[in-house]
């Protein structure tokens, strides 16, 4: 948030969200002291579409549409929204809040259901308990309502299973193993639950209430419509395209297609169908939620926008596009006359916007913000208001390689570095191809410049409080000073060690596993990380085996031969200048197919590696020297046998 990311919050209730406090006796079903939580102990279990073996998991859950269970939840909410409205910028940066609190594994909205012979019977345990479909809507209602009116300004979201809720009837009926009802009454249909829960949302908050769905593949052929915006209103099946047409989700499509808000989030790799994990799949699917839907927004996992952002400068393959380029798509059409509801839920990015301040004895003060794009040549700038403009400060300790990259104190030429501080810009933006010269980067962003030992440096990202450079090829060894510029003044010289080479392996922070950090080390696909297998949730893993090519990545390494300076697009075959070599513990990597500038990218190296033969382990250290000095990091990848 401090750095310009934006958040959506949702507080699931399901298998790894439900604290155990709520529930009136222990997990030996003893009572507790005073009733407890006065929340009946569920004993319920279930699997995710089939997905695991057996019965499913075994979970411990409340009755939503128990009265004590909703007020439990509410409270919840209303305390969670004090404590992110004590700051202005925690506020500023949550794009949406989600309904959830009915849960099995994730943040969708769904319940257990299943009823299978030799197995727990979900409804007749939630039928036992009172859950009946009008305590289910009185739940999403009241939700629904309290985060509207808790988070004025913000959307709230729907995060759709269409099957999602046990099928009971009004009479307590149930769905049995046999697909019968239990009582004499009828049952829900299939998807009733969930669609009535949709109906509500927006009769309730109207165009604020967004429906979403987390399945989004990469397009397909033959989705009917494709194209025609906006949507005509058609029964669902008429959304249904032929097998492996890959359409996004029907209910998300016709609510879009009924004037309300929609988005979807992108699949991760799973057994059963293909995830949304290369630059070549982001473009895809960017363009199946833009031709087959009327949706507004797009979310994807970070770690794929991470690879999609440093690949070809961030143009994607298909459509030539970034993924900003595609964001401002979805957004113009917020302003579509075409989509004629949608313009009434207002315009996110506005050129102006208007604030009167009234003091009690003073005269009422009216300020203005104006967009930069509303002003110069016409070049997009972000506008901003100035109070007490400071000159820029950068803080001790403050300027360092970059972070994923081992984070050293000392640089190199025409390596990464991150400059921390405050009054670093007025803004927060990343370069764009808008701002490049050809294939050169640019060396300022929004008036924001980086100067060492007297070069410019290009820079890449700007923010109030942080600054990502690439230093200059020709610097100099030794002590020099860095200077930061923006339009207010300059920063105080920061004096700062240069090496001829200051090398670092890209192993990310978030790449520890029991205080070990893993190299994010690739396999040819571009997509899987030789990892332990399973060893982050949704990120493609397994090990490595003798024989097989790895790709490392790295900045630091000095300079190449031939020459490429810094701020260009590597374009040519190149190759590293010093002697390069990989260690698998104490085994050296005989083959190293390729060392040099990774082609398409701008101060990344990359090293292909042949894993040798060494012992099966999930932690093998991984070093390497660079003419003849060892690194200083201590990174670990994956090998079986």
């Known amino acids: 948030m401090k750095y310009g990311k934006l958040f959506s919050l949702a507080i699931k209730a399901g298998n790894e969200g439900t604290p155990d406090w709520i529930f009136s006796t222990n997990p030996d079903n003893s009572p507790r002291s005073g009733g407890g939580g006065g929340v009946l102990r569920l004993r319920l279990q279930d699997s995710d579409d089939g997905q695991a073996s057996g019965c499913g998991v075994r979970m411990d859950l409340g009755n939503p549409t ?17 404590f992110i409205k004590t700051r202005s910028d925690w506020y500023r940066a949550l794009a949406y809040m989600r309904v959830s609190g009915a849960n099995l594994f994730s943040h969708e909205n769904r319940l257990p259901k299943g009823c299978a012979a030799g197995c727990t019977c979900n409804p007749a345990v939630l039928a036992a308990d009172g859950y009946r479909p009008s305590g289910l809507y009185a739940f999403y209602d009241e939700q629904t309502k309290l985060l509207g009116d808790l988070f004025p300004g913000k959307a709230i979201g729907y995060m759709l299973i269409q099957d999602g809720f046990p099928r009971i009837n009004e009479t307590g009926g149930y769905l049995t193993s046999s697909g019968a009802s239990s009582n004499s009454s009828s049952l829900p249909a299939f998807f009733e639950q969930t669609q009535t829960n949709l109906d509500r949302g927006q009769q309730l ?10 399945g989004l593949q990469i397009k397909g052929n033959g989705c009917p419509f494709d194209g025609l915006h906006p949507k005509p209103v058609r029964p669902l099946d008429d959304y249904q395209g032929p097998l492996d047409s890959r359409c996004p989700n029907r209910w998300a499509v016709r609510e879009g297609a009924e004037g309300q808000i929609t988005g979807f989030q992108v699949t991760s790799p799973t057994k059963e169908e293909r995830g949304v994990d290369t630059p070549s799949d982001i473009d895809l699917a960017y363009q199946n939620e833009w031709d087959n839907s009327d949706g507004i ?123 921390y501080g405050s009054n670093l810009a007025a803004s927060t933006r990343e370069w764009t191809g808008a701002d490049f010269n050809g294939l050169n980067a640019p060396t300022a962003l929004s008036e924001t410049t980086v100067r060492i030992g007297g070069q410019s ?60 950090r893993y190299a994010a080390a690739l396999f040819s696909d571009n997509a899987t990380y030789v990892l332990p297998p399973g060893a982050f949730p949704g990120l493609p893993s397994r090990r490595a085996r003798p024989g097989e090519t790895i790709v490392l990545y790295g900045v630091g390494f000095g300079p190449v031969t031939p020459a490429i300076p810094a701020g260009q ?16 513990g104490q085994t050296r990597a005989t083959t190293v197919s390729f060392s040099g500038l990774a082609p398409g990218a701008i101060g990344l190296y990359q090293f292909n590696v042949v894993v040798p033969n060494v012992a099966a382990s999930d932690a093998v250290p991984l070093t390497f020297t660079l003419g003849g000095v060892s690194g200083t990091q201590v990174l670990f990848v994956a090998v079986q046998n």
């Open 66 to 82: 128990n009265l004590t269970y909703r007020r439990h939840y509410q409270a919840l909410l209303t305390e969670v929204a004090k």
């Open 205 to 214: 908050l109207g165009l604020r209430f967004a429906v979403a769905h987390n």
């Open 297 to 419: 927004y797009f979310e994807t996992y970070e770690y794929v926008l991470w690879l999609t952002e440093n690949t070809n400068r961030g143009v994607l393959p298909g459509s030539r596009k970034t993924v900003g380029a595609w964001t401002e798509d979805l957004h113009r059409r917020r302003n579509d006359s075409i989509l004629r509801n949608f313009p009434a839920a207002g315009n996110p990015f506005p050129a102006t916007y208007s604030f009167t301040f009234r003091n009690s004895g003073m005269t009422p003060q009216t300020l203005t913000y104006i967009h930069g794009g509303k002003c110069g040549g016409g070049r997009q700038e972000w506008g901003s208001i100035v109070i007490d403009a400071q000159p820029p400060t950068i803080k001790p300790g403050g300027v360092v390689s970059a972070s994923s990259y081992g984070q050293f104190t000392a640089i190199a030429p025409g390596s990464w570095i991150e400059i």
């Open 457 to 516: 440096a290009f820079v890449q990202y700007i923010g109030p409080g942080r600054v990502n450079a690439q230093v200059p090829s020709s610097v100099v060894a030794g002590t020099q000073p860095l200077i930061l510029t923006t339009a207010v003044g300059a920063s105080a010289p920061y004096s700062l060690t240069v090496n001829p080479t200051q090398p670092g392996i890209l192993a990310p922070p978030s790449f520890e596993i029991g205080g070990r």
């Open 569 to 584: 697009v590597v374009q040519q075959s190149n190759t590293l200048a010093l002697p390069f070599q990989v260690f698998f």
